[in-house]
């Protein structure tokens, strides 16, 4: 049943820059971008139960990395996308350990933490990041409908990916240290490792995010990484079932898009309205559209708890 | 002396700037430590008070109960408000917590600059202590100055409850073991309502004391909200005073380090939060996660 709605939304998804105008397909790639890094942070919050709102970070690192390759005239795009990957890896390497030995609402606190770090450090490293004035980037691709392919491409590859390693006996083994974390300590799995494991991977996403976010959109700025994109792509997360990774997609591509119209709606007051939406989300949703089991995390609480 | 002369005024700074963190940071610490909640709107309980202070104040000294009274009130209010929209959410389900009041910060930050203007507001503080006064050789705001001395006694008086109390006794058993309080008879709903209550009125506080510091403006919750979560990340939950030391140091690393390193002192903040979360990550994490 999934694969027959699957299939004809791939090919719509193709489509659909020569259907619609210029304006809406570069749009419509920005989404895209933020639903790739979505996934990082479903990876994290659905699969691992490590809630981040940190997620912004690698994904900084990815896209200041890539354009600085495009500035030194770096102009293959794997190259780029390969490099980004390998900076948001080795940030999300580097912040492992203050992560993965949390659980809960200090994850939570930690990688906010983590995110206002990579805020500050890029609106001050100036020779590298440009400061609060951002960086131009070298343009890729000649059109808006290009840009939105090659981002189409590369999220489907890694999409599909990120689902056929969570269908392999590593997604089996991330869910079961997320339901029953002393269980799995018992029986002799190193669980901090597949939790680095699964946090390094998901640096490289969010990392190949920014690498992304710097070709449809040309221009990168810390204002790209604020908190309000953090809360906002859990937000979106959560509306799309956190355990989801197209839900993932779909919904933190929603949620971008509601703040765009909300603020086009209603000329500032378009956080009321955000806020509305995350209070009624947070009522109304606590398990998502895909209908995640949200009890799961509430036991692995108390399945860790009862171990010591 | 002579070198240290110029440092003198940023020191000075830094301890009024502390001082302020750390009684809104006291209310952070409560919430979480207590009720297990990472309150998103805690920033907005503060510039709540900010706004009714920037309101209210018209440089009289008439206007410094009545904004008091009022600021502290409309917070604990909103606090009070908060545990009850938080209700309905389980405790433990930290991810609708931080959703739900990450969205009431939304939503409550665009309503103040509906009802205030999208500006930053001054503030009017009496006519006696908008001067600066002689500081061995300096000349300093007198208002700050007095601000230190009732803020380090809000430090002394929240020390005393929590460590010689009833109250006290209750909120360090809360943190440390919840299920043995409840099963002592101790309704875990009211101690939550109770503990959002007081949390607000914390910042409340801070904020209507807090306003000729930090003032009232769109981006007054943000700043707040995470120079307080830096200060409980890096004082822990354990102690007043290990809160009291971190906000003292966080209000350091704000004045004088930005008076002595210029270029690094907006990392320093974080770094420090970084080594010490990787130095006790651990140990510290153990103790919180049981928290």
Redo the contacts between chains.
Sequence with gaps: MKRLILLPACAAAVAVPWVVDDYTTATLARLLVLGLVGVSVALL?GVTGL?T?GQTAPFAAGAYAAAQLGLHDVAVGPVRLVAAAGVGAAFALL?A??VV??????V???T??IG??AI??AS?WKSVTGGTDGLIAAPSFDTDRGRYLYALLVAGVVVALVLLVLRSPAGLLLRASRDDEARMRASGHPVTAYLTGAYVAAGAIAGVGGALLVTTQQYVSPADFS?DTA?LL??GV?IGG?GSMLGAVAGTALVFAARDWFSGLLP?????L??????L???LL?RGVAGFD?RR??RR?RA??GA? | MSELDPYLIPALDGVAYGLLLFVVAAGLVLS?GVA???N?AHGTLYAIGAYVAAWLADGGWAAVPLALVAGVAASTAAGTALAG?LT???R?????????T??????????L??AFG?DDLPVRVPAVLDRPIDLAGHSYAAYRLVFIVVAAVIAVGLYLTVTRTRAGMLVRAAVDDPQMVACLGVNPTRVRVGVLAVSGALAGLAGVLGAPIIGPGPSTA?TVL?LS??V??LGGLSSVGGTLLAALAVGEIQTLGVALLP?TA??L???A??VI??AR??GV??R???A
Excluded: C, N
């Design positions: 919050t809630p709102l912040t350990p203050l030995y949390a659980r809960g609402v200090f939570l606190m930690i906010l933490a206002e770090l500050t450090v001050r908190f809360a859990l937000l959560v956190a500032g007051h378009a956080p009321l955000l806020g509305a939406l995350f209070v989300t947070a009522y606590p949200w995390i509430g609480d860790a708890k010591r | 979480f297990g909640i990472l998103l929209l309905p959410v389980k433990g389900d930290h991810l609708t917590q931080a959703l739900l990450f969205g009431l910060a939304l939503a409550g930050g665009s309503l600059v509906s999208p943000a995470l979560l830096v409980v990340v270029t907006p990392f903040l974080y770094a939060m970084a979360l990787a990550a651990r994490l153990r919180w996660s049981t």
